[in-house]
């Protein structure tokens, strides 16, 4: 009976013992995890666009070497984030349009324009900071295959913070010129990296249930402040500053306070109206139907195929 089954399912979930695909499952576990994966997935393929934006000027062929591979393990990224969510039911065809037509979300950092170089070592170090913080707890999340497909995004994923630190670390010790450029990019990427983690617990909808659930081992509060205090001594190793007079080490707590986040913009940025949303889907929508060539020929082709083998 689906009594017994959701026991079973309990009993998994209170026991550490991951749900795969072919399991009974919760109709509203499917769907919070096809809503939160799909997403991601989104965020993945999504954020290779202000990146991309310098790929044809990075500084020197080094630099290029590595922005080109850090662009297209995102891609891959979101190509195993696709297939975990597919083992879910629904197809990556069926997410991808709704993403196109801005009924499903991806996340909000990608909204900001990339407006120099130093823009690029930020977003590694920062961007993908945050990243690995919220994602080294997804590798225990009660989904199996969405917890194995974070084990090897998490790898990458330090590469490309570690290629984004070098790179500020290079700056941070040049000119008075490219240290300003570095100082105009933190103040810019700071506070909507912390917005990565998504809204105070208290105002998060779905937290309590992902928790209950274990799809989150976190709340988004904890990570957030965990990423802050990953972050800080990296900062001052490079002799910058953030943008927030509040931010302060707390003895007591034995964690740095940090001032209020801007939630009005988060929402903004949410809502579609930040400042590249429009400019990010266009660009979709555009490499999606410059590639209906592709689809297609690779349709008449398997047609062919069928049409011979009968
Ligand atoms: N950007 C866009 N949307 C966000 C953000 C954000 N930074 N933070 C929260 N939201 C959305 C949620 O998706 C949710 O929207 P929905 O109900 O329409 O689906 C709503 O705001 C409420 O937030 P929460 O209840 O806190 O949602 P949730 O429990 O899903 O937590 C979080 C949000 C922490 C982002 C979670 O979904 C998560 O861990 N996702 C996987 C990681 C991820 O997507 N990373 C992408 C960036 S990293 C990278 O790609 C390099």
């Not at 197809?91 to 130093?118: C, E, H, V």
């Not at 090897?152 to 240290?179: D, L, N, P, T, W």
Request: with cysteine; hydrophobic share 40%; aromatic share 10%.
């Amino acid at each position: 009976t689906d009594a017994q089954f959701q026991q079973h399912f309990d009993d998994k979930i209170a026991a550490d013992i991951s749900i795969e695909a072919k399991d009974w499952m919760p109709d509203a576990y499917r769907r919070n995890l096809i809503r939160q994966i799909g997403q991601h997935a989104h965020s993945e393929v999504v954020g290779m666009l202000p990146e991309a934006n310098w790929l044809t000027r990075a500084p020197s062929l080094r630099r290029k070497a590595v922005l080109l591979a850090k662009v297209q393990d995102e891609a891959g990224h979101g190509l195993y984030l696709y297939s975990a969510a597919e083992t879910l039911g629904c197809t990556r065809q069926d997410i991808y349009q709704k993403m196109l037509a801005g009924q499903m979300k991806y996340s909000s950092i990608f909204n900001y324009p990339t407006l120099n170089w130093a823009d690029i070592g930020v977003i590694g170090w920062l961007v993908d900071g945050a990243a690995i913080v919220n994602q080294v707890a997804l590798c225990r999340a009660s989904y199996g295959p969405y917890a194995r497909a974070m084990v090897k995004i998490c790898k990458e994923e330090s590469f490309h913070q570690r290629q984004g630190y070098e790179a500020v670390m290079v700056m941070a010790q040049g000119s008075e010129a490219q240290k300003a450029m570095l100082q105009d990019a933190i103040n810019r990427f700071w506070w909507p990296a912390l917005m990565m983690f998504g809204p105070n617990d208290s105002d998060s909808p779905h937290s309590a249930q992902s928790m209950a659930w274990k799809i989150k081992r976190h709340s988004n509060d904890e990570l957030r402040q965990k990423f802050i205090d990953n972050t800080v001594p990296q900062l001052e190793a490079l002799g910058m500053t953030a943008p927030d007079a509040d931010l302060a080490w707390d003895e007591a707590s034995g964690h740095y306070r940090f001032g209020e986040i801007d939630w009005a913009e988060l929402h903004e940025v949410i809502q579609g109206r930040g400042q590249c949303n429009h400019e990010r889907l266009q660009a979709k929508r555009k490499a999606w139907d410059d590639g209906s060539w592709v689809r297609d020929g690779a349709m008449a082709h398997a047609s062919k195929r069928a049409a011979n083998a009968a």
